[in-house]
């Protein structure tokens, strides 16, 4: 497959449904975005996927996602916020499995405080649903905010027996 002059790779016939992708990202559209925030308020990337879904550069990509499949990047990409889409996606980059990771203003990882953590909290509910929406092939990053360590541990526990496949700390 070529596109702009270079040739992009296909997965090789002997690895199709071996590879594991170790960087995708799931993205969430600004309402939902908004909701996880909660008082946090979301700051950049809610303002950026606001402004950007919508414009003629999103529509434009989301039109060429299938077929540039290893070119289109970011919320436009094929998968990128919908688990189905995510599944046809892998299966057609032969990938068996995603390592998945957020795509917030991490403000719910990394900030202190109660309103944080119950952000954290609807995140990882939010990434639970849509990993398994994926049948478990998208392991999304469940995300451990540290600043009070009995949440921490109680957190850390919940989301793994409800399935978390990988966690990320601040």
Partial sequence: MADAGLDIPRTAAPFIGRILDGDGHMYMDAQMLREIAGDLDGGHMVDFIGQY??????????NRNRDELWNVKGIAALGAYDPAERIEALDSMGMRAQLTFYNTGSGELRIDS???????????????????????????????????????????????????KIITLP
């Fill in 53 to 62: 879904v919508g414009s003629d550069t999103f529509v434009a990509d989301r």
């Fill in 114 to 164: 109660p309103a944080a953590r119950a952000a954290c909290r609807r995140y990882n509910d939010y990434s639970l649903a849509w990993q398994k929406q994926t049948g478990d092939r998208a392991r999304v990053a469940m995300e451990i905010n540290m600043g009070d360590r009995d949440w921490a541990l109680e957190e850390t526990a919940r989301v793994i027996k409800a399935g978390a």
